[in-house]
């Protein structure tokens, strides 16, 4: 079975920094996706990044950008620049590649604070 | 293109009542996954339709049941409510669900919150 892990339930961060944010996970498989999702006040939950297991390059998307470490099955996410509108709810998420199911197995979360 | 639709937003429940939710996905997906968002437990994956069969299913008692229909759309019905089902049920849905076109993401709507009292 996979689990994720994400050891900071909350973070704060000053407008303009940098912020990381922490998640292990643990699978005997070798396919698999990992994203981060955030889930502002609104509650709608936002795919933020995806990284695909077989892919060495970290994914980077504008101010977010991920360190994927496979073995070590660590999967942090970096935010340059913190804007107020990242303060939400981060969610680690762990889906197989194989099979093609949708099943997202997810962290407890990180509620994250950006302060002005 | 409209988002992920989930109806109704909000509603309060008794004990041994049912209720059901519904969901639109996101048109041209044919994916449709729902998960249970409690502050004890987290998120936690209830089932998973495609092309109107039931394909993957969570750890939840059989109170809790779907089905999806031609168009798509999903429902997820629990019958017997007991004060732990509340929680906010999110709908997700995809475009693909085999093959190297799949790009695993999955497109959430703004979940019913369900109380019961």
């Known amino acids: 079975a996979q689990t994720v892990t994400q050891s900071q339930p909350e973070m704060s961060v000053q407008e303009a920094e940098t912020v990381t944010l922490s998640c292990t996970y643990d699978?005997?498989?070798?396919?698999?996706?990992l994203f981060w999702y955030k889930q502002p006040p609104s509650r709608q939950m936002i795919l933020v990044i995806r990284?695909?297991?077989?892919?060495?390059q970290n994914a980077t998307e504008n101010r977010f950008s991920v360190n994927f470490q496979k073995a070590a099955k660590s999967f942090s996410l970096k935010i340059s620049d913190s804007q107020l509108g990242d303060t939400a709810m981060y969610f680690c998420?762990?889906?197989?590649?194989?099979?093609?199911?949708?099943?997202?197995?997810f962290g407890a979360g990180t509620r994250l604070a950006v302060h002005p | 293109k409209a988002g992920v639709t989930q109806t109704p937003r909000y509603l309060i429940k008794t004990r041994g009542q049912q209720v059901t939710l519904s969901c639109s996905p996101i048109?041209?997906?044919?994916?449709v996954s729902w998960y249970q968002q409690t502050p004890g437990q987290g998120l936690q994956f209830l089932f998973e339709?495609?092309?109107?069969?039931?394909?993957n299913k969570g750890n939840f008692p059989g109170r809790f049941s779907g089905r999806q229909f031609s168009n798509s759309r999903s429902e997820m019905n629990v019958s017997t409510l007991e004060l732990g089902d509340s929680a906010l049920y999110l709908c997700?849905?995809?475009?693909?669900?085999?093959?190297?076109?799949?790009?695993?993401?999955?497109?959430f709507g703004e979940g019913s919150r369900l109380t019961v009292l």
């Open positions: 997700a849905s995809s475009l693909l669900t085999q093959g190297p076109s799949n790009t695993g993401e999955l497109f």
């Open positions: 699978t005997s498989e070798n396919n698999y996706y």
């Open positions: 990284q695909e297991a077989y892919k060495q």
């Open positions: 998420a762990f889906k197989l590649f194989s099979g093609g199911y949708n099943k997202l197995i």
């Open positions: 048109s041209g997906h044919r994916s």
């Open positions: 339709y495609f092309s109107e069969t039931q394909r």
